[in-house]
């Protein structure tokens, strides 16, 4: 009597699930600082709110130029004033550090974004 509500529940974890990517903000880099170690981004929140644990993109006069194709770039530091931050909101000044990667030039752009899964149906 439930064959059909088990074959349905047995195909539908077979299906991969749809992933979407959501942007959250997108920060302007203003001033870029050189230290020994690393090179961190003087930025501007332009919109949307950076978070910590963000995936990112850096976008150079509109192409992407980091991470390469199917990779995933993350921060590796997000800094207001002297303190590290979980979050930073619009409008608001933050210091960026990009993990494993210090070709950044100002204005540049780096646009955060979340990956949703979403669960498919039959």
């Known amino acids: 009597y439930n064959a059909i509500e088990e074959v349905k529940s047995a195909m539908e974890g077979m299906l991969?699930?749809?992933?979407?990517?959501?942007?959250?903000?997108?920060?302007?880099?203003?001033?870029?600082?050189?230290?020994?170690?690393?090179?961190?981004?003087?930025?501007?929140?332009?919109?949307?709110?950076?978070?910590?644990?963000?995936?990112?993109r850096l976008i150079r006069d509109g192409i992407v130029v980091y991470p390469s194709a199917g990779n995933v770039a993350e921060l590796g530091s997000l800094k207001r004033?002297?303190?590290d931050a979980k979050e930073v909101l619009a409008g608001f000044d933050c210091g960026i550090g990009i993990e494993g990667y210090n070709d950044i030039h100002v204005q540049d752009v780096i646009e955060a974004y979340t990956v949703e899964t979403l669960e498919r149906k039959l």
Request: charged share 40%.
């Open 81 to 83: 004033f002297k303190d």
């Open 16 to 56: 991969e699930p749809k992933v979407q990517e959501k942007i959250i903000a997108n920060v302007q880099i203003r001033e870029v600082f050189k230290f020994d170690k690393a090179t961190v981004a003087g930025c501007y929140v332009m919109d949307g709110r950076i978070k910590r644990d963000s995936k990112i």
